[in-house]
């Protein structure tokens, strides 16, 4: 009964976030059909107009329209999240599987590079990069990607040691499979639920990340659209313009609350530990 | 040798190996990056040729492998070098504005850690209750809200639009009472602490959850103790293992959360010093902060590796 009660709630967060995802997936998707104006076309004449009269979110500064701004932005916030997710994991799950599953000297020398990516003051690689590079977008999806996987690469590793004296891998071992087989098609399916949920909470990590570098100044540069930049701008008009700030930030809000309750309603539906708590109280 | 003396000397060991790696990396990054110190600024017109002889008066013309060599005899020596820009020790530099940093920081520390334990504690012990509920959507919400965005709203409206809070800084000019200070503290405030309140509560309702699941606690209410003695006395005293390890691991997180919060309010503190620096090209600036947020996150590490060294007998027993 319990345990039931403790699966329907998963089940409802897991269904509110991806409905959540899908509907700022398709703004962001469908940016060209559904913004209302060119999100770079300036109007003179019309700026820091309130929303309404043809302009959903009102204008900025330069009379650009917000409205399609946002929507282009949140393209750009959520390419970022995904790619660089994708990024960290690939780079995550290699090295903790490599370290996991051969231990000795190469889980030492793989633990002590995740070790220093870990502790590396990623804010200052990112200023010290920006400064480098223009920071165009592979450059964010880049910084965010490779410094974002040590965490992932010790969950994979652990899995790994837990895994590897599993009876199956014994026997696939024994049938002379491949090291390479074993992990890919024995151990790493076998650790996808864990590693399912630190994926989905990266995104929302990562997708803020870019916002927090375009506030900065640090992120992709104006005169392209991302919400980070959007808010920079903002900050001068916040006395007169409300809606300038508001609404590229609640972007931000609802994409980044959307992976946060799917990732969390993956968690009480796969996580062991609270599968096994919802059984009491 | 106790396991605790063999496990520091070996973390040491590992920190300080981390630790050249960090400031090499930083170094060689720092002096390719394009852009010197004091080119930033074109409008200040300085003399190339006095920059020149600046840059020869502080060792920048010399090669990269002996300038990072002799910063490293320097660092042993407890010395961090002099601001390029300032021409004072960096040291000195960071202490005068850490104050304001720590004011903060340590605030909000305490009073996002507090809220948390006792929100938290009552969600995991009323389980799937209205309060439990209340708690799980406040803590998602504040982990999903951009701490530089929730600021702006709120300087939007408890400054601007009701003039009830200053909008920025520290203190009135002029001012200084204490009342003055506390309400500049207010906005800053909530934003650092909603995004840490939100990280810990959530931490301190699982490990509630998981002590009230353990056997001993199905002793003590066979026993007949009330809930309230059952909580304080067997509950939290086990539960807060968990969340002092986590607490201490956040440390660095609440001075990067200060970097931000700091920028949007104008707070006079280090944050904003930080990213000056780094912008300016101040080199000894530059190495000092990502030596110090490199040490702070290594001795959180740590830090977290002895409590639960000291706190689970297994550990030990494995070693």
Redesign the interface.
Known sequence: MARRRGNGRGTLQIMVGIILILCVASAALFAPYLASHDPLHTDAGNWLRPPGGGHLFGTDRLGRDIFSRVLYGTRISLTVGIVAMFLSVSIGTTMGALAGYYGGFTDTVIMRITDLVMVFPSLFLVLSLVAIFDPALWLVVAVIGFTGWPGLARLVRGEMLRLREADFTASARLVGASAPRIIVLHLLPNALGPLLISATLFVPAAIMTEAGLGYFGLGIQPPVPTLGNMLRDAQFYMRHAWWYAAFPGLFIFISVFAFHLLGEGLRSRFDVRSARRSNYA | MNIITKLLMRRAA?TV??LL??TL??FL??H????RPFAANPELRLDPTAVERWFQLRELDQPLPSQYLSWLSRVTRGDFGISLIYNRPVTELLIERLPATLLLTLTSFLLSLSLAVVLGTAAAVK??SVIDSAVGAAS??G????G??LG??L??IFA?RLPWLPAAGMRTPGGGTLVDLAAHMVMPLVVLSAGSFAYYVRFVRFAV??C??ADYVRTARAKGLPPAIILIRHVLPNAAIPIVTVAALSLPMLF?GA??TE??FSWPGVGRFV?AS??ARDYPV?MF??FS??ML??LA?LLADIVYLVVDPRVRLNQ
């Not at chain 2, 390719?32 to 852009?35: H, L, N, S, V």
């Not at chain 2, 982990?143 to 951009?146: A, D, H, K, L, T």
């Open positions: 590992q190996f981390i790696g960090v990396v930083t990054m720092m390719y990056a394009p852009g389980r799937g998602l919400a982990i999903s809200v951009p530089f965005w702006m709203i300087m939007m601007y959850l998981d009230l699941t990067t970097l931000i920028n949007v990213i780094t912008l530059i902060v990502n947020m490199a996150t290594a590490n």
